[in-house]
């Protein structure tokens, strides 16, 4: 998969904020738009010594300068690192330099608030900016707001709207956080509009856009509501209908659960990973369509610390990419292609399939990327039967005449199925995104195809549940190779549940409960 960022910068001190430090342009709301100028060196922005404010609430400070740094400074919203801290002991280093003090370390409650506080303010983000507008009375108030002070608000507002936190705990905490962080009128701000959210809540006067009107104004209204981009609530209701783009929404809106794959390559067995989950006390679920998963609601941190993944015993892989694998069907001793390898779940589980027999192959245009799945490989065991190559795929034919007996094309695309768990994806993805992911998709379809045995399978894969992104690519690929290829049904693969008419595997957020949105199409070659 391909993953956009942003630019790196350095964030200025609002402890010490001037006027011209940033500048908030009107924006549409939930898709805030800065402009900013870098303050010196970073040696110039750390503080000689450190200042601890025992104050503040550590996952208060921690969120609001976490949000930051993933709304303006190009960071992910990734809530499952190896440390869970975000960026490990670097957390309180960009809390320093952005609020002019760090607090207390995090602890493990600490950490779960975060993720908690942070994915959900990124997910309704739209909403809870409308809320903040319509409290705010003058737009210009909104619309010129200190980029710090919005993130403490939303953080507010969601903890009161959507979380059910005490509110004198909230005005309180954010209040003092406004204050130290920014200046005493910044606090009686804060102070003023969660109090009038409060009143509002307790009398069930929240404000609210109808759902009314003409389609785009129908649309605009079911975007404030559900906090995403009026250009895919379009898109979902024109391909799904009303009912259906709405579940959609709610589902990525929903807290993520997760799955494990043990990493049957080390001889670690689902039994096994059962028994270290119950000594740590982690509920858990088995899979009903894949051997070696499990699925968890709960518990990632206790996985984490456990050190069940440090140690290589199991992977975070959602089901939905492992029933992409079991449509690849990777048997021992057969020679495989995965063409957009990084990060490489998907090479891990095929490589873990083939039983030390036969070679995957992983190529990636991201360096740094195939190192990581390299290492991964050596940590799981299955490096023996994996090799890595940096390239790009579209002249990888050029240097390499060899064929393989399978190919898996995961492509790049938008990411629209895995909203849930990519909070911040919603608002990184833009409508002109889609036009040129497909010209890609086709390029590298083209690709992939020559690298095809006679005889041998082409295997197309998203995580979208766009079908412009799906079928579409897929059809469009026949018509020009029709000649070559054939759709080889992925019925003997999959359960019925996933396959659609067309013989193609699909999972639905919104059909198949538990799973991320997904679509895998096997082709055969004849020539």
Known sequence: MVVLQLPSIHLCCLAEKKKDCWSKPASKLGESSVTYRRKGSVQQQQRKAHKVNLEISPHRAVSAVRLMRIEFGGAFADLLNEKGKGSGENEMGYVERTLGFCTRDLDDRDLRLVTDIVGGTIRWRKYLDYLILSLCHDPNTFSRMEPLLLQILRIGFYEIVKLDVPSYAVVDENVQLAKISLRPGAGNMVNGILRNLILLKETNSLPSPRVEGDDRAQARALAILHSHPVWMVRRWIKYLGHEEAIQLMMWNNSDPSFSLRANRGKGFTRSELVSRLETLKVPYELSPHL??????????????????????????????????????????????????AAPGGKTLFMAACLNGQGMVTAIDINKGRLRILKETAKLQQLHNVITTVHTDLRTFPEDNCVTYDKVLLDAPCSGLGVLSKRADLRWNRKSEDMEQLKNLQDQLLDVASKLVKAGGVLVYSTCSVDPEENEERVAAFLLRHQQEYSIDSAERYISAEFLTQEGYYFSSPVKNNSLDGAFAARLIRHS
Do not use: N, W, Y
């Open 291 to 340: 051997d070696d998963f499990i699925r968890i609601k709960t518990g990632m941190q206790s996985v984490i610390q456990g050190g069940l993944l440090k140690e290589g015993l199991c992977s975070v892989q959602d089901e939905s990419a492992g029933l992409v694998v079991s449509v690849v069907d990777p048997q021992p001793g057969e020679s495989i292609l995965d063409c957009c």
